[in-house]
């Protein structure tokens, strides 16, 4: 069973600050999944990945298979950031996810 | 276009009754994904749908819970004799094929409460 953490838990940061969201996991992944939870409680995904980095907006999220790690960064972060961004693999041949605990973001204007 | 929509939004409901969640996938969604979100706890994975097959049900905690899928499209998440511990958001999503191709995209979640 893949076990994935991520860190912080809880993260506060002032506007306009450079954010890194940590995430990782135990076992060989087929790819990484970056969630945004809402304070509303509505989730969107916002990244798929397997290797490399992929970049919208103002967002990046880079994996590196070897070390079994993934960030997720926010650059010029702003409150409308605020949220719980969640962590999420797939192991290969499955459709099945295992989640991080999450990481509750608040950006203070 | 009409995004993954989940029904009830809210239901409450005493200990040993048996209910129903209902998601309505986006229209064309092969693949339909059921998670539960408990307080202060992580999502977790339920089961997996490809059209009306589950080819996953490894997530499902007991033989309380059961989930079909019609018509390739509505899905509905049964569990009988509910307990306390089952309170929780219950949150289905759906992809247009599956996540090796495609991101999901999630409901707004059934909210649970067993009294």
């Given amino acids: 069973k893949n076990e994935v953490e ?24 087929s790819a990484l999944h970056w969630l945004q939870q809402h304070p509303g409680g509505g989730i969107v995904s916002l990244f798929m990945l397997s290797s490399g980095k992929k970049k919208h907006g103002r967002l990046i999220a880079t994996i590196n ?12 972060s702003h409150p409308r950031d605020s949220a719980v961004y969640i962590c999420a693999v797939r192991d290969f041949g499955n459709e099945k996810l295992t989640f991080g605990t ?8 | 276009g009409a995004g ?27 693949a339909l994904y059921w998670y539960r979100q408990s307080l202060g ?33 509505v899905s509905t998440l049964t569990i009988q004799r509910t307990q306390q511990e089952d309170s929780a958001v219950y949150l289905c999503a ?12 999630f409901g707004p979640g ?6």
């Fill in chain 1, 65 to 76: 298979i070897q070390e079994k790690h993934s960030s997720l960064h926010i650059t010029a």
């Fill in chain 1, 6 to 29: 991520q860190s912080p838990q809880n993260l506060t940061a002032q506007e306009g600050e450079f954010i890194t969201i940590n995430c990782s996991y135990s076992v060989g992944i």
């Fill in chain 2, 94 to 105: 759906s992809s247009p094929i599956g996540m090796r191709f495609y991101e999901q995209y």
């Fill in chain 2, 110 to 115: 059934t909210r649970l409460t067993v009294t």
């Fill in chain 2, 41 to 73: 706890q992580g999502l977790e994975f339920l089961i997996y749908f490809q059209g009306n097959s589950a080819p996953d049900k490894s997530g499902l905690p007991s033989d309380r819970f059961s989930a079909e899928r019609t018509g390739g499209s």
């Fill in chain 2, 4 to 30: 993954v929509s989940q029904s009830p939004s809210n239901k409450v409901t005493e200990k040993g009754k048996d209910v129903e969640l209902r998601c309505d996938p986006i229209s064309g969604h092969t």
């Fill in chain 1, 102 to 109: 999450g990481t509750r973001l608040t950006i203070i204007p």
